[in-house]
Nanobody, 120 residues
Framework: QVQLVESGGGLVQPGGSLRLSCAASGFTLDYYAIGWFRQAPGKEREGVSCISSSDGSTYYADSVKGRFTTSRDNAKNTVYLQMNSLKPEDTAVYYC?????????????WGQGTQVTVSS
């Protein structure tokens, strides 16, 4: 069964950090570009970052550039999103998704999401 499972969300104070994980089962992440998305209440889903399958190139939304870092550990079949200097506006449900094409193309598989809440 093909599955992506996010974990690592939670409640954190402004300025804090969280690391999200996206673990794959039923397929190998090596050949997929992995995107991170988020959706806040009442807002459209937003692309946060993407890491390519070929050379590990990374791409970030302007809103998170310099604060978020995505990486992959193919041996663990897992991709990570390290989030530092978190702000209240980062509060959202975060999703990972996999595409057999390149970053920015249609995604084939989606996780169920993990809640991130940034609040004092």
């Amino acid at each position: 069964q093909v599955q992506l499972v996010e974990s690592g969300g939670g409640l954190v104070q402004p300025g804090g950090s969280l690391r999200l994980s996206c673990a794959a089962s039923g397929f190998t992440l090596d050949y997929y570009a992995i995107g991170w998305f988020r959706q806040a209440p009442g807002k459209e889903r937003e692309g946060v970052s993407c890491i390519s399958s070929s050379d590990g190139s990374t791409y970030y939304a302007d809103s998170v550039k310099g604060r978020f870092t995505t990486s992959r550990d193919n041996a663990k079949n897992t991709v990570y999103l390290q989030m530092n200097s978190l702000k209240p506006e980062d509060t959202a449900v975060y999703y990972c998704a996999a595409t057999g094409s390149s970053c920015g193309y249609e995604y084939d598989y989606w996780g169920q999401g993990t809640q991130v809440t940034v609040s004092s």
